[in-house]
């Protein structure tokens, strides 16, 4: 499978019986995708860590961590490291259903769209972390600090505030007035 990295042994011909799924907890998508494959019936257990936490330094110690970060990263039993894409199509492997996805994922013609999908949940991670964590690059994602708020049943709302403050504006920002305001 592209993107993996089978290390110092022949990793590749191993079968793989475990999966450690190294996320990154500060990422609010990766803490998503952390539950929904925790709700998810497997084909092959997965251990869902924290990525560069004394857990995942603890399991795996061979292991380059700063760069788990970087890159969702999924470590076999056998000693298989999957990374990027590769990593994303194994974990839709290890679930019941989505097995044949991850086979259709790991075509020539589905690796496109694996990429993609991997590309964009980075780009998201960058915006959501804040230029603090990866450099500002133009996005910007709102949230609780400049009065947005979430619910899962509802979606996203724009209440004028930040939690402790007053209402600052009637207008979800960058709204031009367009926008219909909350009461």
């Not at 795996?60 to 039993?77: A, C, K, M, S, Y």
Request: charged residues 20%.
């Amino acid at each position: 499978m592209p993107g993996t990295d089978a290390g110092h042994r022949d990793a590749a011909g191993v079968p793989v019986h475990r999966l450690t799924v190294l996320y990154d907890a500060g990422c609010p998508l990766c803490r998503h995708l952390r539950d929904w494959l925790a709700r998810q019936r497997k084909l092959v257990p997965l251990d869902l860590v924290p990525a560069d936490s004394e857990e995942a330094r603890r399991r795996l110690p061979g292991l380059d961590h700063g760069r788990t970060l970087e890159e969702i990263t999924v470590v076999g039993d056998g000693g298989q490291v999957y990374r990027g894409p590769a990593a994303w199509i194994v974990c839709l492997w290890a679930l019941a259903g989505y097995r044949p996805t991850a086979h259709r994922l790991s075509t020539p013609a589905g690796a496109p769209l694996a990429r993609a999908a991997v590309l964009a949940a980075a780009k998201y991670r960058q915006v959501a972390r804040g230029p603090e964590w990866s450099g500002d690059r133009g996005g910007r994602a709102h949230g609780a600090h400049d009065g947005w708020s979430y619910d899962p049943a509802t979606g996203w709302t724009f209440t004028g505030r930040a939690p402790g403050q007053a209402p600052s504006s009637s207008l979800p920002p960058a709204c031009g007035g367009d926008c219909p305001a909350p009461d």
